[in-house]
């Protein structure tokens, strides 16, 4: 267990797109700010359940694709400095002083003079392999997220999945690996058509519709899965050194129910500025209500600036919430 004894000005509890964005905005406030996230990746459902859905409803874009969406959230928090613990799911919150919470995660200790929630539809966790011990080979060469790609190079990568997430790795893998299979359990892939296209044309060998039957290998290296057909009694093995399975997200709520907000059903009900019942701690995006909230990142955009600002307000009574306009900022490209 790491704990840090620093205290952070804001910490913000969920990396989707409004905890990104609040964590920007909090380096326009000169707020020294802490991003909590339960993923090893940042974007939350944009990044994983519609990477390449184009969405036309976010200001300043015709058109964008949530992997780019995500790709620029990310470089506009870039103009700042933020601490981002990944792969670290906050648990508990307590309240030791007026400005002093203490966040329990399943990494360690944290603590904030305040915190802003955008936690979503809560923490999501990869679908599993419900093959037996499967859980055995997760720490080392059975993958639910694509981290690093170089960790694949001149591999044997199978991929099992049929949606936009499998097949796009797939495509990516391509030119790093060895050689890349891609298993699904219908005929069908459910991705881009366009993606769908560059598979026909590529190295990928594509084995439909299978599903995992075994998993073979020693300690915790997996070294081969034997495939069986979902209608028929064929099977076939593939030795390999890294599996990759994308079967989705599920999201679970879990621990924010157990802060002591007042909830309406599982939402953080907040006021206008985004305070929940609990001094200091502020909330916004799909994790909220108040009377008209509508779930769309256009208004989330609007809601962490509001609860930024009136945190740093609370923090530091002097500084208006309402920021100064100014002609004068500047970032280096
Ligand atoms: C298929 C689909 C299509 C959509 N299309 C559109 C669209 O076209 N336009 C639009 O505006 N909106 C769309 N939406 C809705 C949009 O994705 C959400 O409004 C938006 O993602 C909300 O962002 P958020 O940051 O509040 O929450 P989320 O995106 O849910 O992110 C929350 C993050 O918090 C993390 N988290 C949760 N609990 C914890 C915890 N205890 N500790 C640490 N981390 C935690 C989660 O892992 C997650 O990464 C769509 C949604 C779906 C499912």
Redesign the pocket.
């Known amino acids: 267990m790491t704990d840090s004894e620093e205290i952070f000005d804001i910490t913000i ?9 609040a964590a920007f905005y909090a380096g326009m406030r000169n707020a020294k700010t802490k991003m ?4 090893p ?10 990477p390449e ?6 200001g300043g874009y015709a058109g964008v694709t ?1 992997k780019e969406l995500v790709h620029q959230l990310t470089a506009q928090m870039q103009h700042f400095d933020q601490t981002i613990c990944l792969e ?4 508990h919150i307590q309240k030791l002083d007026d400005h002093l919470f203490e966040l329990t ?2 990494k360690g200790i944290h603590y904030s003079k305040t915190i802003v929630i ?8 990869p679908r599993k392999l419900t093959v037996p011990d499967a859980d055995n080979y997760e720490d080392n060469n059975l993958h639910y997220i694509v981290k690093q790609i170089e960790q694949y190079r001149d591999k044997t990568v199978v991929i099992c999945g049929g949606g936009d997430t499998a097949v796009d790795w797939a495509l990516t893998l391509e030119s790093v690996a060895k050689k890349v299979y891609l298993v699904h359990r219908r005929d069908r892939f459910r991705a881009h058509e366009g993606s769908v296209e560059m598979l026909k044309s590529s190295s990928i060998e594509l084995l439909t519709p299978f599903v995992p039957h075994e998993l073979m290998g020693e300690g915790n290296s997996l070294s081969s899965v034997i495939f069986k057909e979902t209608r028929g009694n064929k099977l076939k093995k593939i030795d390999l050194d890294y599996f990759i399975v994308n079967y989705g997200f599920v ?6 129910k157990q802060w002591g907000l007042d909830l309406d059903r599982t939402d953080i009900i907040v006021n206008s500025k985004m305070e929940t019942s609990i001094d200091g701690i502020y909330a ?5 209500t108040f009377d008209g909230k509508i ?6 955009f609007g809601e962490a600036p509001t609860a930024v600002n009136h945190a740093v307000h609370s923090i530091h009574p002097k500084e208006h919430a309402q920021p100064i306009q100014s002609t004068k900022l500047s970032f280096e490209e």
């Not at 909590?36 to 993923?39: A, D, G, K």
């Open positions: 509890i969920g990396g989707g797109p409004i905890g990104m964005f909590i996230e339960s993923l990746v940042l974007g939350g459902q944009v990044a994983l359940l519609y859905k184009t969405l036309y409803d976010v949530g670290e799911e906050v648990t995660t399943s955008a936690t979503g539809q809560g923490s999501f966790n999201s679970k709520l879990g621990p924010v916004a995006g799909d994790s909220i779930k769309l990142i256009a208004t989330g």
